[in-house]
């Protein structure tokens, strides 16, 4: 079993408030409200996302790389390489 079905109902409570937020900036766009309101929320956002990214890698790590269980192998540098794909693509 994966980290992500293991954690499934706390990651996606996470998914649906960031949702709510999403839903906040949509909203505020339709009321033409000002900049500074839709950046503060766009923000939230971002921090959101961000936060569940920080959670998923590192359980990732912790399961996939640090698990005693697993024995040193190609699995590993498997996830290894996984994890740096991943961060690449969000950094950029």
């Given at each position: ?15 649906r ?22 950046m ?7 921090g ?6 920080a959670e ?14 697993v ?22």
């Open positions: 079993m994966t980290h992500t079905i293991r954690e499934k109902g706390k990651l996606l409570a996470r998914v408030r960031m949702k709510g937020q999403v839903e906040a900036i949509e909203r505020a766009l339709e009321a033409e409200a000002g900049c500074e309101q839709v503060h929320l766009l923000a939230g956002v971002r959101a996302m961000a936060g569940l990214m998923v890698v590192e359980d990732h790590v912790r399961t996939h790389l640090l698990d005693a269980d024995p040193p192998s190609t699995l590993r540098a498997e996830a290894a390489e996984q994890l740096m794909g991943v961060v690449r693509a969000y950094l950029k």
